[in-house]
């Protein structure tokens, strides 16, 4: 987490979808769905639908400059 005196402008958060039975793993064909300019560690997704499993989760950190690396994905499921 940054620090409050932290450069950091603003967060990017990407996610694909899939409904593969069993571990879930990426489809290519799926597009990442963007969420830009947050300005916040925390963000409530909304939208998502019951049932449904979301991997690729990813978040990066930004400053007007530059994009920082993504982090490493997490993988969640709505039930």
């Not at 990442?32 to 409530?44: D, F, H, L, P, R």
Request: glycine share 6%; charged share 35%; aromatic share 12%.
């Amino acid at each position: 987490m940054p620090d409050e005196d932290s450069k950091i402008d603003h967060y990017v958060l990407e996610y694909r979808k899939t409904n593969f039975e069993g571990p879930p793993r990426a489809k290519e064909d799926q597009p990442w769905m963007v969420v830009e300019g947050i300005k916040s560690t925390e963000y409530t997704l909304s939208g998502l639908k019951f049932d449904m499993k979301y991997m690729n989760f990813r978040v990066r950190a930004c400053n007007k400059a530059v994009a920082g690396e993504f982090s490493e994905p997490v993988t969640l499921e709505t039930r």
